[in-house]
């Protein structure tokens, strides 16, 4: 069948937070539908069904795997959860987009690849902030050499739980809990695709809440001489955004790894301020381009690439080596 008119057949994986706003944004998406909504139990899954008219509604994720009707599964589950349900996807000839971080540690991350290569099928991790057009637009200015050499990357992104949700899954280790993995993992690859990854030492610290960070500082220094500047945080809210700094000038990012308006400020005095909006809620560029791989019978993205979520995944698990914390799926 001709790829203009196909379209891939979704079906989700969990009814959560991030469920919600992919089934939102997945309605302005001209290559895919959702066509199916899988979950523990029968009440959500009709639940999310109804809010989204989603035909088909499985009360198991087994059940949605073992379909015909999908072509491709979104894990929406805590990221403990993500090697199960993706390779239980994969195992059943389904391409996968898997929420971040794609897996707690670099171990299972490796795992999921080789899972997916065994099953012949796409798999990615759900990076969105990658391909939005602020982070293409910037990349294109980075390049361009308009702020000459880049030398300085910070990005913070902290933020508050409110008190009655400290039994979240973030706040769990054997959930993969932590600032690091949830929110860290956009401020490192933030850093990433700005100063690339020749990194020559990283230093960490961390405030821990039980046996996860709550708040961690990362300093990365680069054999160029450059150096990024990461926190994240569970329980502390600093403004959400960030700087990238180059010898001609730098720009600030509102919402850093994923702009929606970018500030440049050259050394010469000029300044301006570009907006660079989504298509819709930020993720219909990364359903459409997960899309247009597996139309195009790709079986991993070029922009999103798995060297690239192993890299970080590896960063991440030095990261926790240096701050102490260890999860169950490590040993
Ligand atoms: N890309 C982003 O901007 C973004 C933002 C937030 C979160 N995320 C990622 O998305 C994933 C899910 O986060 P979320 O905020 O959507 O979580 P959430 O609101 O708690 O939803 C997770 C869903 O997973 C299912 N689930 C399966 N096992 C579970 C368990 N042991 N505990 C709790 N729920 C379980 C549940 O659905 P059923 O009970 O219906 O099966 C639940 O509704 C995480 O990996 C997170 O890092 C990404």
Known sequence: MNNTNRKIRFGIVGTGTIAHRFAEAIQNVTNAQ?????SRTKENAERFGDEFNVPLRFDSYEKMAASDAIDAAYIAVPHSGHIACSCLMMNHGKHVLCEKPMAVNAAEAQEMFRCAEENNVMLMEAMWARLVPGTL????LTQSGLLGEILGVEGKFCYTMDEDEMDHHVFKNENGGGSLLDVGVYGLYFASWYLGNKVESVQAT?????????????????????????????????????????????????RFYAPQEIEISLNNGEKQTLSVPYAGNGFEEQITHFSECVLNGLKASPVVTPEQTLYIARQMDAIRNLIGVVYPQDQ
């Open 206 to 254: 961390a405030s821990h809440y039980n046996d996860v960070d709550n708040h961690t500082c990362v300093l990365l220094k680069y054999e160029n001489g450059a150096i990024a500047d990461i926190s994240s945080a569970l329980l502390l809210r600093k403004p959400n955004e960030g700087y990238v700094y180059g010898t001609k000038g730098y720009a600030r990012l509102p």
């Open 34 to 38: 959702l066509v199916a909504v899988a």
């Open 137 to 140: 637009k910037m990349l294109e």
